[in-house]
Structure formats: C-alpha cells, structure tokens
Nanobody
Framework: QVQLVESGGGLVQPGGSLRLSCVASRNFLSINAMGWYRQAPGKQRELVAVVTSGGRTDYVDSVKGRFTISRDNAKNTVYLQMNSLKPEDTAVYRC???????????????WGQGTQVTVSS
C-alpha cells in the first residue's frame, strides 16, 4: 500500500509564502496525475493545482500566478509553492495521486492525510 505524506503547512502572514511537499512511500507503476486539493471549514473541497504525467499543469483561477505545482519523479514527490498568500487560502491541503501502485490492481486515487495552511496576521 502506498502512503502519501504531506509537510510544509503552517501559519503565515498575508503576502507570505509556503512550500508544501508530498512524498510517496514507494514508487508507482504508473501515474496519471498528481495534484493538490484544499478544503476550508464550511466549504467544498476544491482542486487547487494538478500536473499530469505529460507535465501539463492547471490551476484553479484563484491561485493562478501565485501557486506553482511541480514534481520530482526521482523522489516520488510533488510540491506546491504558494506565494502571495491570502487569508482566503486558509484550508487543509491534501495531495492526490491518480496512479497504479500494484500489478494486481488498476489506477485509482491515493490521498495524503492533509496539512493545515493558515494565513493570518
């Protein structure tokens, strides 16, 4: 079973930066996409950023120009660089990998446990 472990969350002032990391416990046989979701209290979960196996990236409009998603295949890691943070970015951020981890199964989503990001003065 593959586990995803996030780190890098915390408390930051408006305008500050954080870098989230998500490390997979072992290699996937194949990966379709890696992404970051977030969920704020009382709100639905939303996809923040995604990077496909081909390297294409996409972002929710509210973070375009401020957040950057990247991946390091050699380290089984996906990152989310968050700059110019705003209070409305406050949420629990979870990483997601759509991939195949075992030859016995097909592709499915894997989730990290989440890391809290709080933007406040």
């Amino acid at each position: 079973q593959v586990q995803l472990v996030e780190s890098g969350g915390g408390l930051v002032q408006p305008g500050g930066s954080l870098r989230l990391s998500c490390v997979a416990s072992r290699n996937f046989l194949s990966i379709n996409a890696m992404g970051w979701y977030r969920q704020a209290p009382g709100k639905q979960r939303e996809l923040v950023a995604v990077v496909t196996s081909g390297g294409r990236t996409d972002y929710v409009d509210s973070v375009k120009g401020r957040f950057t998603i990247s991946r390091d295949n050699a380290k089984n890691t996906v990152y989310l660089q968050m700059n110019s943070l705003k209070p409305e970015d406050t949420a629990v951020y979870r990483c997601n990998v759509e991939g195949r981890a075992s030859s016995l199964g097909g592709s499915r989503p894997y989730w990290g446990q989440g890391t809290q990001v709080t933007v406040s003065s």
